[in-house]
């Protein structure tokens, strides 16, 4: 029996008292736990530091290497003397290769982008450079029925529903509609409004990105036909 009670102690869970009311203007109590944490990385900092000051007190004054003299202190500031060196063919092929195929990955991107706007039917922002808006052209027998034409009698739709491109329900197909429809229609307008914002933000970035590929492209084409023409 005393065994059991004595498992039982061991068992038990060590609880840590909270912060009194007086001093809960100090903040919360640090426990055991936060202290281990804080001392282990006091130790670590210390450490490093011995470290360090063991690697200054060894170091040969003689000692030279040629990162002296390529880099300096000016106003407080570090600074690298970067000489202009030139880059052999092989350095240029292969750079050249990886932005081939990396302008390569982003056009298959930027057209499957361009797959799925077209497939959901939307228009680009008009805050958008270099957008358009769909047209639904109808066409009449006459030019006096195309001038008292009503466009929403004859798509059979109703006329706050003209302007949209897509989801243009039927007189038919809005009477069928119950009371909570109009709730859900709109719920699903504005999911696809929001996918639409996302989809060309990410065109609008990858097409910029594929522009800058594709003039570091051509810059190493010609670095690469300069050199070969040097070398020959």
Do not use: W
Request: glycine fraction near 4%; proline fraction near 4%.
């Amino acid at each position: 029996m005393a065994s059991l009670k004595n498992a039982h102690k061991t068992q038990r869970v060590h609880r840590e008292r909270h912060q009194p009311m007086m001093r809960d203007h100090l903040g919360p109590m640090e426990k055991k736990k936060d202290y281990v944490k804080r001392a282990r990385n006091q130790t670590q900092k210390k450490n490093i530091i011995k470290k360090l000051h063991k690697k200054a007190l060894n170091k040969n004054p003689d000692e030279f290497h040629f990162h002296m003299i390529r880099s300096g202190m000016k106003d407080g500031v570090h600074f690298e003397n970067v000489e202009g060196q030139e880059i052999s063919i092989g350095d240029v092929k292969q750079d050249l290769t990886y932005v081939t195929h990396r302008r390569s990955l982003e056009r298959k991107k930027i057209e499957k982008l361009q797959a799925q706007l077209h497939l959901l039917g939307v228009t680009p922002p008009e805050s958008e450079e270099n957008c358009f808006k769909n047209k639904h052209i109808i066409f009449v027998d006459t030019e006096k029925e195309a001038k008292t034409a009503d466009p929403a009698k004859l798509l059979d739709t109703h006329p706050s529903l003209l302007n949209r491109p897509f989801n243009r329900l039927k007189n038919s197909q809005l009477s069928t509609l119950s009371l909570a429809a109009p709730s859900q229609t709109n719920l699903n307008i504005k999911t696809l409004s929001r996918e639409r914002q996302r989809a060309y933000k990410e065109l609008a970035k990858r097409i910029g990105r594929e522009n800058k590929l594709r003039i570091i492209q051509e810059k190493l084409e010609v670095r690469k036909k300069l050199q070969v023409y040097i070398y020959i």
